[in-house]
């Protein structure tokens, strides 16, 4: 039964049923009874496994197939009437092309199966922050992921009301998970996805990804708010005050890491505190005071395994221990519990490896044999966390002191530095890169620009989103974040990280916010404002000292030069759309370099 008297979701949840042809549909409404109901179910047919329910309560084990294990970028599309609105960083296909190539694909799919139809909420009920979704899926397993992942069911709808056309539609179907026929798709000007042949998180969670980022970067720059890729976390002093950061960073950075931050032990002892609101999506909107509010529009945590251990993710690791999901993890056997590569050091000899073999896991790993898969994941309830924020499901949200962007970068950047404005910093975000590591295919120290971590994310030009950018800093005014930039993986000459990283991130974090409030002052360089090497508290640190932190601030002119050459070359694909601010800024610092 509809949990909805809105005429627009009915009639649309219609439209998708006659095309998909399901044997029966139902609506999710959220409660405890129905989703037992289909816990069992997907246990009984094997979609997923229930795990030891003494140590693991509440959680379940799934399997993709090897063809389906992360995200499709060559299969992921930005639909715009025009190609230029796509922009040269997105796959672009003509709206009406892509229809009539996908709707045969779904003609009838869900014969023989369940639609499952689901109400959603990003971000707490009752926000004006909040977005609603409707996702119509052929699979148990989603339904299950969504209700960690967002505020699912029929309460979802109070925000939407009876008579509101603003929700974002998603249609996903598994089909026969053929890589040859996958597609995650989005028209932006419809507030719709269509996901099809995939059963893997990112293609499938439609408000993951899809929504919180593809579609809503684009609901954002038409309504006067921003979508990013950012954590949200708070720092609570000694004397109770709260400050909010939020911050982008590229994949394999620490972003996780970081906002679960515990900080370190002489820190812990002065009463500092970090509180986690979100650790990968914020939502930002300006409030009725004219600071900029965040919220997190997700529920829940879809983490990568591989590396969460107690020593680099403590709390990330404690949110998994109930009513969780864990996907392509490996099975101790012994106890029905969970492995992965980096958990600690000793792979269950009894085990089965995430394509479901049986093997001798200790000696799987000694030959090179990866018992876990690399992107396997954790869908784990933010509730769980030791450290979530008490302002989690605040509806007006945290008000934003600083952005931070970062990158990893063996040489060129310094530990951190502050923008000399808002346009300087939006500069700062759009060069932003990364070098490629031992973990991603291909050559290795190559350098990678991901602005503002989005590349992948931006549901539209990349020029117009920088341009929404700017136009958000003249709104915004004195009361704009403060913007910085940092690195915590320059090298020595061996190769050898030079910053201890982890909790010690709190350390360069404490300098930003006595930047936000003015109790510290800076040192003006070619790239942005430095930390005088003394500001940077180095207190129970053996290996560094005053020396090694003046060489993590150092600046060098030539690679400098570089860096800005490399930054011509990547502005040059958004031709016309490229804001002049931004290529001012750049022509400043080749003279700034010169």
Same mark, same amino acid.
């Given at each position: 039964?509809?949990?909805?008297?809105?005429?627009?979701?009915?009639?649309?949840?219609?439209?998708?049923?006659?095309?998909?042809?399901?044997?029966?549909?139902?609506?999710?409404?959220?409660?405890?009874?129905?989703?037992?109901?289909?816990?069992?179910?997907?246990?009984?047919?094997?979609?997923?496994?229930?795990?030891?329910?003494?140590?693991?309560?509440?959680?379940?084990?799934?399997?993709?197939?090897?063809?389906?294990?992360?995200?499709?970028?060559?299969?992921?599309?930005?639909?715009?009437?025009?190609?230029?609105?796509?922009?040269?960083?997105?796959?672009?296909?003509?709206?009406?092309?892509?229809?009539?190539?996908?709707?045969?694909?779904?003609?009838?799919?869900?014969?023989?199966?369940?639609?499952?139809?689901?109400?959603?909420?990003?971000?707490?009920?009752?926000?004006?922050?909040?977005?609603?979704?409707?996702?119509?899926?052929?699979?148990?397993?989603?339904?299950?992921?969504?209700?960690?992942?967002?505020?699912?069911?029929?309460?979802?709808?109070?925000?939407?009301?009876?008579?509101?056309?603003?929700?974002?539609?998603?249609?996903?179907?598994?089909?026969?998970?053929?890589?040859?026929?996958?597609?995650?798709?989005?028209?932006?000007?419809?507030?719709?996805?269509?996901?099809?042949?995939?059963?893997?998180?990112?293609?499938?969670?439609?408000?993951?990804?899809?929504?919180?980022?593809?579609?809503?970067?684009?609901?954002?720059?038409?309504?006067?708010?921003?979508?990013?890729?950012?954590?949200?976390?708070?720092?609570?002093?000694?004397?109770?005050?709260?400050?909010?950061?939020?911050?982008?960073?590229?994949?394999?950075?620490?972003?996780?890491?970081?906002?679960?931050?515990?900080?370190?032990?002489?820190?812990?002892?002065?009463?500092?505190?970090?509180?986690?609101?979100?650790?990968?999506?914020?939502?930002?909107?300006?409030?009725?005071?004219?600071?900029?509010?965040?919220?997190?529009?997700?529920?829940?945590?879809?983490?990568?395994?591989?590396?969460? /251990?107690?020593?680099?993710?403590?709390?990330?690791?404690?949110?998994?221990?109930?009513?969780?999901?864990?996907? /392509?993890?490996?099975?101790?056997?012994?106890?029905?519990?969970?492995?992965?590569?980096?958990?600690?050091?000793?792979?269950?000899?009894?085990?089965?490896?995430?394509?479901?073999?049986?093997?001798?896991?200790?000696?799987?790993?000694?030959?090179?044999?990866?018992?876990?898969?690399?992107?396997?994941?954790?869908?784990?309830?933010?509730?769980?966390?030791?450290?979530?924020?008490?302002?989690?499901?605040?509806?007006?949200?945290?008000?934003?002191?600083?952005?931070?962007?970062?990158?990893?970068?063996?040489?060129?950047?310094?530990?951190?530095?502050?923008?000399?404005?808002?346009?300087?910093?939006?500069?700062?975000?759009?060069?932003?890169?990364?070098?490629?590591?031992?973990?991603?295919?291909?050559?290795?120290?190559?350098?990678?620009?991901?602005?503002?971590?989005?590349?992948?994310?931006?549901?539209?030009?990349?020029?117009?989103?920088?341009?929404?950018?700017?136009?958000?800093?003249?709104?915004?005014?004195?009361?704009?974040?403060?913007?910085?930039?940092?690195?915590?993986?320059?090298?020595?000459?061996?190769?050898?990280?030079?910053?201890?990283?982890?909790?010690?991130?709190?350390?360069?974090? %404490?300098?930003?916010?006595?930047?936000?409030?003015?109790?510290?002052?800076?040192?003006?360089?070619?790239?942005?404002?430095?930390?005088?090497?003394?500001?940077?508290?180095?207190?129970?640190?053996?290996?560094?000292?005053?020396?090694?932190?003046?060489?993590?601030?150092?600046? %060098?002119?030539?690679?400098?030069?570089?860096?800005?050459?490399?930054?011509?070359?990547?502005?040059?694909?958004?031709?016309?759309?490229?804001?002049?601010?931004?290529?001012?800024?750049?022509?400043?610092?080749?003279?700034?370099?010169?």
């Amino acid at each position: 039964m509809a949990g909805t008297k809105n005429p627009n979701v009915i009639k649309w949840v219609d439209e998708m049923a006659a095309l998909t042809k399901p044997d029966k549909i139902v609506w999710i409404d959220g409660s405890a009874e129905q989703l037992d109901a289909l816990r069992k179910e997907a246990i009984s047919s094997g979609e997923v496994t229930e795990l030891n329910q003494e140590k693991l309560p509440g959680c379940l084990y799934h399997r993709t197939l090897p063809n389906d294990v992360a995200r499709v970028e060559d299969r992921t599309f930005i639909c715009s009437k025009e190609k230029i609105d796509a922009g040269p960083t997105n796959n672009w296909s003509d709206p009406q092309e892509m229809k009539e190539k996908l709707l045969p694909l779904y003609d009838g799919v869900m014969k023989g199966r369940t639609m499952y139809v689901i109400p959603y909420s990003m971000g707490p009920i009752g926000s004006a922050l909040a977005k609603v979704g409707v996702e119509v899926t052929d699979s148990i397993y989603v339904v299950l992921n969504m209700e960690i992942m967002v505020r699912m069911g029929v309460k979802a709808f109070e925000n939407l009301g009876d008579t509101s056309d603003d929700f974002v539609r998603g249609l996903h179907s598994k089909a026969n998970v053929d890589p040859e026929n996958r597609y995650i798709v989005h028209f932006p000007e419809e507030n719709t996805i269509w996901s099809i042949n995939s059963a893997y998180g990112g293609n499938v969670l439609l408000g993951k990804k899809c929504f919180a980022l593809r579609i809503a970067s684009f609901q954002g720059k038409n309504e006067g708010w921003m979508a990013e890729h950012m954590l949200i976390l708070g720092i609570e002093k000694p004397n109770g005050e709260i400050k909010y950061v939020c911050a982008a960073f590229p994949s394999a950075c620490g972003k996780t890491n970081l906002a679960m931050l515990i900080p370190p032990e002489g820190y812990e002892a002065k009463g500092y505190k970090v509180w986690t609101v979100g650790d990968d999506i914020a939502w930002l909107k300006p409030g009725a005071d004219g600071k900029l509010y965040a919220i997190n529009p997700e529920n829940g945590f879809f983490g990568v395994a591989p590396g969460t /251990n107690v020593k680099s993710n403590f709390n990330a690791l404690e949110s998994t221990k109930k009513n969780t999901i864990f996907t /392509n993890v490996a099975i101790n056997n012994d106890d029905n519990t969970v492995w992965w590569e980096g958990l600690d050091k000793n792979p269950p000899e009894n085990a089965t490896e995430w394509k479901g073999a049986k093997v001798n896991g200790k000696e799987y790993a000694a030959e090179g044999g990866k018992l876990a898969h690399p992107n396997s994941r954790f869908t784990a309830p933010a509730k769980n966390c030791p450290c979530i924020s008490k302002e989690f499901d605040n509806p007006a949200g945290v008000p934003i002191s600083a952005m931070v962007f970062g990158g990893r970068r063996a040489k060129t950047a310094p530990l951190v530095y502050q923008s000399f404005n808002w346009a300087h910093g939006v500069f700062v975000g759009s060069s932003m890169a990364s070098e490629t590591t031992a973990a991603a295919a291909g050559a290795v120290g190559v350098v990678r620009r991901d602005p503002m971590a989005m590349l992948p994310f931006c549901g539209y030009n990349m020029g117009d989103y920088w341009s929404h950018w700017l136009n958000m800093g003249e709104k915004l005014g004195e009361n704009a974040p403060k913007i910085f930039n940092v690195n915590w993986f320059r090298t020595d000459d061996d190769g050898n990280f030079i910053w201890p990283g982890f909790g010690d991130n709190m350390r360069v974090l %404490d300098w930003i916010i006595s930047r936000c409030d003015s109790e510290v002052e800076a040192v003006e360089t070619p790239i942005g404002f430095e930390p005088k090497p003394e500001d940077i508290n180095i207190d129970g640190l053996d290996d560094i000292n005053l020396d090694v932190i003046k060489g993590l601030l150092s600046v %060098d002119k030539d690679l400098w030069k570089e860096e800005a050459k490399g930054i011509r070359e990547f502005y040059s694909k958004f031709g016309d759309k490229l804001p002049s601010k931004l290529n001012d800024e750049l022509i400043e610092l080749e003279k700034r370099l010169a």
